[in-house]
Each structure stands twice: as C-alpha cells, then as structure tokens.
C-alpha cells in the first residue's frame, strides 16, 4: 500500500473517531441542535451563537438589581423555546446529553452552574420555582 493510501485511511479513521466522540454533528463541525420551538430566536441566529452569554448576564443584572422583569433575554423563555418533549411527552431538561444547551456547551467544553437554580424545563404554572 502506498504512503497516500496510508494517509487517508489514517485520516478517515480519525475523523471518525473525533465524530463518534462528539455524538450527533451537524456535518459542518458544530454539534446538532435540536429544533426550537417558534421560528426565530429573541435575536439573530449568529447573533445568538456569539453573545448569549452577555445577553443573559445582561438580562440578569437588570433583574437582579433594578428589579426589571419579562426582559426580552430571560433565562426561563430561552428555555421554554429550546426544551424538547421526550416520547413520553414530557419535556426534557435542556441541560441532557443532546439537547439544545448541552450540546453546543459540551462540545465547547463549557460548564456552567445557572441551572442549579433555575429549572431546565419549561415553567410548569403548578410549580412556583424561580425560572
Ligand atoms: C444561586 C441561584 C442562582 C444561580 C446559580 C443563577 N441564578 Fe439567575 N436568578 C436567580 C434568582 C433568585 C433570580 C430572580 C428571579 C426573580 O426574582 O424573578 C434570577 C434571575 C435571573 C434572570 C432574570 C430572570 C429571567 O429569567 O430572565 C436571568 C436572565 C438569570 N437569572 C440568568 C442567570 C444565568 C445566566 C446564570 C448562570 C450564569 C444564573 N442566572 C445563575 C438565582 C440564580
Ligand atoms: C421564541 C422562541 C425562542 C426563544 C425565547 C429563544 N430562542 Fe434561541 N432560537 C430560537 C430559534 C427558532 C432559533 C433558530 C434556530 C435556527 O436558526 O435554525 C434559535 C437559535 C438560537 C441559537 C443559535 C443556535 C445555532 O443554530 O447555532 C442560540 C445559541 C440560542 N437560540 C440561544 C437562546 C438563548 C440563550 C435564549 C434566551 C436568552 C433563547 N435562545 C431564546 C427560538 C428561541
Ligand atoms: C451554538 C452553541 C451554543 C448553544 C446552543 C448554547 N451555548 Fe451557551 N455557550 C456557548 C459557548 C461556546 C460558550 C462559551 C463562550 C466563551 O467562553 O466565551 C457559552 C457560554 C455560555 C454562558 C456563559 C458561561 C460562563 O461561565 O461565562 C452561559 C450563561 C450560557 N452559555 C448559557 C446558555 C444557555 C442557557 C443555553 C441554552 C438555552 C446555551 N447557552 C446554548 C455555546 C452555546
């Protein structure tokens, strides 16, 4: 077998392995997300994917400090629209293997510890946890 053969065969497995690795991939190197319910997000897709994270950290302190409520960045509709329901219909937390936070945060080896106090799921009215 030549050296050119040995390299891509090399590479092919590898690749493989790296996608195993990583679960469901979207074929262009980012994980596949789950759909999200409504048809578009609280700002633009590319928007989103960039600053989220200042976007809720902003949303946070108007809350926290200035008492603001029903922001356009809250932490529980980023959650009511990007939870799936399971096949039991129940919906499943967005922190699972897979689901829509989990994924992109896994693969980019991102922890984070918010939903330690806010729920996962989207708000059950029975229920009166903070969301
Ligand atoms: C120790 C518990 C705790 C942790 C951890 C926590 N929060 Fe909160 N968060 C709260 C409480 C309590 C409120 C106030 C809820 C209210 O009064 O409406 C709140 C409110 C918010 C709000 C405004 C309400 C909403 O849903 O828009 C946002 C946004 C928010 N938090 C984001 C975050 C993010 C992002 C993280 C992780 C980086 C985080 N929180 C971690 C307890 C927590
Ligand atoms: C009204 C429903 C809705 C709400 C609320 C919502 N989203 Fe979205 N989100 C969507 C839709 C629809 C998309 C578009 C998916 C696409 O472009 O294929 C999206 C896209 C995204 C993306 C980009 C995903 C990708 O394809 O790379 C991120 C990140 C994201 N949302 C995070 C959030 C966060 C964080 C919040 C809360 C601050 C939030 N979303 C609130 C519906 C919502
Ligand atoms: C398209 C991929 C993607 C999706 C989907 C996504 N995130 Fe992220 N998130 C990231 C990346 C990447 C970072 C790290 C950014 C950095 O370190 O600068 C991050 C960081 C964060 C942070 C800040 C962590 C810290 O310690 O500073 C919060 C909060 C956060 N994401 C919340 C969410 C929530 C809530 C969802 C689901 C509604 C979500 N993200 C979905 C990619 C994503």
Do not use: W, Y
């Not at 759909?35 to 609280?42: L, T």
């Not at 949303?59 to 960045?73: A, I, M, P, Y």
């Not at 529980?76 to 219909?89: N, R």
């Not at 293997?97 to 729920?119: L, M, T, Y």
């Amino acid at each position: 077998m030549n050296r050119l053969r040995l390299a891509v065969i090399g590479f092919v497995v590898l690749a493989t392995a790296i996608l195993a690795g990583h679960g469901a991939m979207a074929g262009d190197g980012r994980p596949a997300l789950p759909q999200a319910k409504g048809s578009v997000c609280v700002e633009d897709t590319q928007v989103m994917r960039r600053n989220h994270m200042d976007l809720l950290k902003h949303q946070r302190n108007d809350t926290l400090r200035q008492g603001v409520r029903g922001g356009k960045h809250s932490l529980a509709e980023c959650v009511s629209c990007h939870a799936t329901d399971g096949a039991d219909g129940k919906p499943v937390p967005v922190t699972a293997e897979g689901q829509f936070c989990q994924s992109c945060h896994s693969f980019a080896a991102v922890s984070i510890d918010c939903f330690s106090c806010h729920a996962t799921v989207p708000a059950d009215p029975a229920r009166t946890a903070i969301r």
